[in-house]
């Protein structure tokens, strides 16, 4: 419920700062909340990735992006994320979220966000998102793409996803959610 609450209020708060460009780099500062720490007081790792949400939110919003798919139905849908940590960040620390889009593939679109202390990086992740319509099925990017000049962004200024990140969603991907996959723990089993 915490993240509802301040995802409420970045929303409502995106709508009177800047905007920015789809491709720009956002910046959005934070504190560390109780509902953000673990028992060593420091932001727990698995509170990033909602903390991420917030920064992906913010820039959709300044650039006028998320108002364009809300009324198009599209639900935003993370596919894959990876993460790392340099440094913790501590309860009531003062911080942003650094958000930026690194470009569309055939696929996914693609963000990089970092955590920044003091103007030094904390924790940096990759975040491999798609959207989806009403119907549950994805968008293509070439509709979004067609979304986004709509909404007056240039898309010959679209940045080049890296092809190391390919790779890795590659090494990452389960199978699709209309295949099976049952669990079962299998010994001596490459566990990819």
Not at 51 to 79: I, K
Not at 153 to 166: F, G, K
């Amino acid at each position: 419920m915490h993240l509802l609450l301040r995802t409420l209020w970045v929303l409502a708060r995106a709508r009177r700062r800047p905007r920015l460009g789809v491709w720009d780099a956002a910046s959005l500062p934070l504190r560390a909340l109780p509902t953000d720490v673990d028992i060593a007081w420091h932001i727990n790792n698995g509170q990033y990735f909602g903390l991420f949400d917030l920064g992906r939110f913010d820039l959709m919003a300044r650039a006028g992006v998320m108002s364009a798919f809300q009324r198009r139905g599209w639900t935003p849908v993370v596919q894959a994320e990876q993460v790392a940590f340099r440094r913790s960040v501590t309860l009531g620390q003062a911080f942003s979220i650094e958000t930026k889009c690194i470009g569309l593939d055939e696929r996914a679109v693609w963000f990089e966000q970092r955590v920044v202390v003091d103007g030094d990086v904390a924790v940096r992740a990759f975040i491999c998102t798609r959207l989806r319509a009403k119907d549950g099925t994805p968008v293509t990017n070439d509709v979004v793409r067609a979304a986004l000049a709509e909404a007056g962004h240039d898309l010959s200024a679209e940045p080049t996803v890296p092809e190391w990140l390919h790779g890795w969603r590659a090494d990452v991907a389960l199978p699709s959610a209309r295949t099976p996959l049952p669990h079962a723990w299998r010994a001596g089993a490459d566990h990819r």
